[in-house]
């Protein structure tokens, strides 16, 4: 254990520790973390859906109609009727013939790409991809490659270059810690011509995206012959928990074969699927959530730019503040702190060293005069 312990004073050396936050209220634009009211910047509930009394309604009848939990695994008997009617209305919500529910976006990832790659095939990432896509290209034995981020020039390199049965290409529709959206255009050509497939982890572009919230592929007009791997997340700008993967029939019947992180896990609840279906009905009708989000990440950007706030070219609500130092960093999340106003810090490793940064989500809950007060405090914080 001294090990254990010498390793965590160093992080807290470097300023690198984190702590968790105990919170006594449910998401929104305002929480209550260890007893504190505070302005929050720090949700990905991007549409304002997970406390909407329709989900939560959603979930209490499910919870009655099934019970708290599922049971049992798919396989085994967990599979229910609120499982199989979320599949089949998510893979019509994107265009695709079928969809799979996992317990986690990282359980759908290390599954997905585990059980389509191995040794002999070449899996490649984007250098900025988030860590599940990493953790799981690294544990599915395939060679390993990471390409500059968004960076085509020097994939088509390492497409022709690294030979493979299987050539996978792993990119987030939209970055995690950068906002960025990934060219997904370019990427599906270039694979076209590699004979490669490609796998996009929707997880920040569900919901917000698209003419109907189907996502980044929906935004830029690919269908599932172009992206033959769809993942989306259900925590996010759903509200609830879960994630899926989409796509052809044969590739879904293999996932239930062959995905370890699906045929050995217990089922979500189906509480949890229900609310999801309540939840995916919103996203599809509620048209004005994107528009007002829309509307408030103009403001903010806006806002900053007047203030001449270092904010990279992301139109989406990851909004990130890249400060450099994780001691700076810390400085301006505490100094928000105490103003009511929570955006944590983020640094290494979770970002390259170097760039630690505010993220700063903002969502549909928020209003106008929430995005102003951030903005001041901003201004206060600046030496």
């Known amino acids: 254990m001294s090990s254990l312990a010498a390793a965590l004073a160093q992080r807290q050396r470097d300023r690198l520790y984190r702590r968790r936050r105990i919170a006594d209220s449910p998401p929104g634009p305002e929480v209550v973390l260890d007893g504190h009211k505070l302005l929050s910047f720090a949700s990905n509930d991007y549409l304002g859906l997970a406390n909407h009394p329709e989900l939560v309604s959603a979930y209490a009848h499910g919870a009655r109609r099934y019970g708290a939990g599922s049971g049992a695994a798919h396989l085994l008997g967990g599979h229910s009727r609120a499982h199989h009617a979320l599949e089949e209305e998510l893979a019509e919500f994107t265009g695709r013939p079928r969809a799979l529910l996992f317990s986690t976006g990282f ?60 050539k996978l290409v792993l990119t987030d529709g939209v970055f995690s810690m950068d906002g960025d959206i990934a060219p997904l255009e370019h990427l599906a050509r270039l694979c076209r011509q590699h004979q490669a497939w490609l796998m996009v982890d929707d997880a920040h572009g569900m919901g917000v995206l698209g003419r109907h919230g189907g996502g980044s592929l929906q935004q830029a007009g690919l269908n599932h012959h172009q992206v033959p791997v769809l993942m989306g997340t259900l925590g996010k700008a759903f509200g609830v928990f879960g994630a899926f993967v989409a796509g052809e029939d044969t590739l ?87 103003r009511g106003i929570w955006a944590p810090a983020i640094r290494p490793p979770t970002v390259p060293k170097g760039s630690a940064r505010l993220r700063i989500t903002i969502t549909a809950a928020h209003r106008p005069e929430h995005i102003d007060r951030l903005l001041a405090a901003l201004e206060e914080s600046r030496p």
């Open 107 to 166: 359980m759908a990832n290390l599954g997905t790409v585990t059980a389509l790659a191995g040794r002999g095939d070449a899996v490649f990432g984007d250098r900025l991809n988030h860590a599940s896509l990493v953790d799981a290209a690294r544990a599915s034995g395939a060679v390993f490659k990471r390409f500059r981020h968004a960076d085509m020039a020097h994939l088509a390199t390492l497409l022709e270059q690294q030979p493979g049965r299987l």
């Open 252 to 338: 879904i019947e293999y996932l239930i074969q062959q995905a370890r992180s699906y045929v050995y896990t217990t089922a979500l609840p189906p509480a949890v699927a229900e609310a999801a279906r309540a939840s995916l009905k919103r996203v599809r009708e509620d048209h004005w959530r994107r528009e007002r989000l829309a509307e408030l990440v103009t403001r903010f950007r806006h806002g900053a730019t007047q203030l001449g706030l270092p904010l990279p070219a992301s139109h989406t609500p990851i909004q990130p503040l890249i400060i450099g130092s994780s001691e700076e960093a810390l400085k301006v999340s505490e100094y928000l702190l105490s």
